[in-house]
């Protein structure tokens, strides 16, 4: 049975484990004096897959900067989880673009992280030639990204941002500009890495469709300063889901409920 | 290099054209019966070189090794200069200046000063091929190495890479196209600084490069072998052209778009 939460207001979640991360009322404002975000109020508890929802420009990439330690909040904090410090082993990032190096092979490119860690080269390469064969790239490790399909480069990207066996898993648009098929093929394989790694996961859309069905939460972002506007979770959606659950009543009525949200949130600041 | 609709007429156009010009160049020639000190036809030309090789590839070699000299120097010192610009803008910023009144300044109004400072002809020579051949690598190179592409920079910073790291893995693959775009100009402009200064040396009366035996066929009323010594220097540019191109093709041909082989 899939549990459906109507748009909740922000704090009436229950509480969950200690979070992994903790954001308390984060600001950011640029230099060049945009207010990205203000007063963002949110917890990611360990091993769930959040999705941050929200106008395009309404700061959600400013967020997951911030998640990463790339910029530094103007006001408000940022809180690890004790023992979790250590950051940068302990995300991976993978951007709307597949960001590859293009002069390196696909094998190459993944064992980066593992390189600028100055993990061994044959355990390096050994583990990254494991982390293209669970993306489905086996046999791959010799290409270059230029003769890979968009959809490819992505896993590629995929497996450079799980071969250091993150905690926390960034993910920027990773799939807009990737056409349909590929898009939810990438999709059901993400879920399956994720339920299988573990790894908690914050996905950055703007498609309330593919936000319903990848997430176990989504929060709704307001439009620019962006905060948490509401907040929507389907803990009991069951998983693994599949091309029937997006024909199913119960995502259907979770995609109008985040759209509404999603109107809401947009308007309220317009 | 996009190889696709490049048929062997195509491609052998340029050769064929180049023919062409000579035939009626030669035949020109011929029907005003131009005497060879004013306008000597190929035919005239190739015997010339034929008739002085010994001596015009003697002096072949010796401005090509300034050529190639120069350009390996410009190599070094632009790369190097051009990775500290990198490091430091504070360095740029003092430097760079300095780097450009090098560039605008017409080697010819520098080079007698050079043969004045230093003894060494063959070291003066090279000194003025390295000034015209260094800035294009500086430059491009500076450029290059400022563009990598800032989502892969922030990637290594994540992974919280080395100042080196970044150097080795990141800004100078990201800048090698554009070192060897610079390199392809400098490649050229070695050869003309090397042939400039020895015209300026050989009117002092020393040097035994191509330039000078223009300069001495000149006087000698030569015009053949001038046009033939002419003909070395332009084979040589090209030969140094073609070379460079091939290497930045081999470099470049497996990542970068300017290299690809389209296949339709
Ligand atoms: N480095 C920056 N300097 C100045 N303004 C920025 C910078 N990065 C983003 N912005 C601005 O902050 C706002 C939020 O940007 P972003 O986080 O990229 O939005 P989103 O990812 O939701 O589309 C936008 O108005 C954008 O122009
Ligand atoms: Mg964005």
Known sequence: MTALAAPAPRGDAPAAAAPLVALRGVAKRFASGTLALAGVDLDIAPGEFLSLLGPSGCGKSTLLRLLAGLAAPSAGRVAWAPGHEERRREIGFVFQDPTLMPWASALDNVRLPLRLAGVPRAEAEARAAAALARVGLAGFERAWPRELSGGMRMRVSLARALVTRPSLLLMDEPFAALDEPTRHRLNDDLLALWAESGVTVVFVTHSVFESVYLSTRIAVLSARPGRVAAELRQDGAPLPRGPDYRTSAAYAALCRAASHALAAATEGAA | ?264
């Open chain 2, 1 to 264: 290099m996009n190889g696709g609709d490049e048929g062997p007429l195509r491609r052998a156009a340029p050769a064929l054209l180049g023919l062409g010009v000579l035939a009626l160049w030669e035949g020109l020639v011929r029907a005003y019966a131009v005497p060879d000190y004013v306008l000597p036809g190929p035919l005239a030309v190739a015997r010339a070189l034929a008739a002085d090789w010994p001596l015009l590839s003697a002096s072949l070699l010796v401005t090509l090794e300034v050529a190639v000299l120069a350009l390996a120097a410009a190599v070094l010192v632009g790369g190097l200069l051009a990775v500290l610009f990198a490091q430091s803008r504070w360095l740029e910023r003092a430097l760079f200046p300095y780097a450009v009144v090098l560039q605008v300044t017409p080697i010819v109004a520098i080079a007698p000063l050079i043969l004045i400072w230093v003894d060494n002809v063959t070291v003066a020579l090279l000194i003025c091929a390295w000034i015209v051949a260094f800035f294009p690598v500086l430059s491009n190179t500076v450029l290059g190495l400022r563009s990598a592409d800032r989502n892969l920079a922030d990637l290594f910073r994540l992974y919280g890479a080395t100042r080196w790291q970044v150097l080795w893995l990141l800004r100078l693959p990201s800048a090698l196209p554009f070192f060897l775009a610079g390199l392809r100009v400098a490649g050229g402009l070695a050869l003309i600084g090397a042939v400039v200064a020895e015209f300026v040396a050989g009117a002092g009366g020393s040097g035994s490069g191509l330039a000078f035996r223009i300069l001495e066929a000149s006087f000698q009323l030569r015009i053949p072998r001038m046009f033939a010594a002419l003909a070395l220097i332009s084979a040589c540019g090209i030969a140094l052209f073609a070379l460079l191109g091939l290497l930045q093709h081999r470099l470049l041909r497996r990542w970068h778009e300017s290299a690809l082989a389209r296949e339709r």
